[in-house]
């Protein structure tokens, strides 16, 4: 009952509602442009191929690729999914129940200490700032250009 009322609500991201066959719904692969016509492509009528072998190639094409992708897909793709799957699993357990944890505990001993901190500070420090402000306020610089005499000379 639980699996039918979040198919119902569609919480899970991966399941389509409306039936139709896109696996790559947010594009991430949209630059993969591999189909026969975007790798091989005769650009001008003198360099035609026959029509029939052209169609022929293309089938070739088509119909090699398809059989490498799925049998790479079984053989290689199934156990990748199990590792990125450990993976962004184990990711997904740490960032829920180690890093979001301890981040906000950080955060709520770093507010904690800051009253304190801000105390000592605005009590001790920040007079201190102000009369040494205070001392050195009165002391002006003036910047003018002089030329240097040398008096004395060095003999070697």
């Known amino acids: ?9 569609n919480i899970y991201p991966s399941l389509l509602p ?8 947010n594009g ?15 650009p001008d009528s003198s360099a035609y191929n026959f029509a029939v072998l052209h169609e022929v190639s293309e089938k070739v094409y088509q119909y090699s690729k398809l059989c490498i992708y799925r049998l790479l897909a079984i053989l290689v ?28 505990l950080s955060q709520s001993i770093i507010a904690e200490c800051g009253i304190p901190i801000q105390t000592v500070s605005d009590a001790v420090i920040a007079p201190l700032y102000r009369s040494c402000g205070q001392v050195f306020s009165s002391v002006r610089i003036s910047l003018f250009n002089q ?10």
Request: glycine content about 6%; charged content about 15%.
């Open 1 to 9: 009952m639980a699996a039918s009322n979040a198919h119902e609500n």
């Open 18 to 25: 409306d039936g139709s066959d896109n696996r790559d719904p």
């Open 28 to 42: 991430i692969n949209k630059h993969l442009q591999l189909d026969f016509f975007n790798v091989i492509a005769e």
């Open 77 to 104: 793709g199934l156990p990748l999914m199990l590792c990125w799957g450990i993976i962004f699993g184990a990711y997904t357990f740490f960032m829920i129940w180690i890093v979001a944890p301890s981040r906000r």
């Open 147 to 156: 030329t240097a005499v040398a008096t004395k000379t060095i003999q070697v």
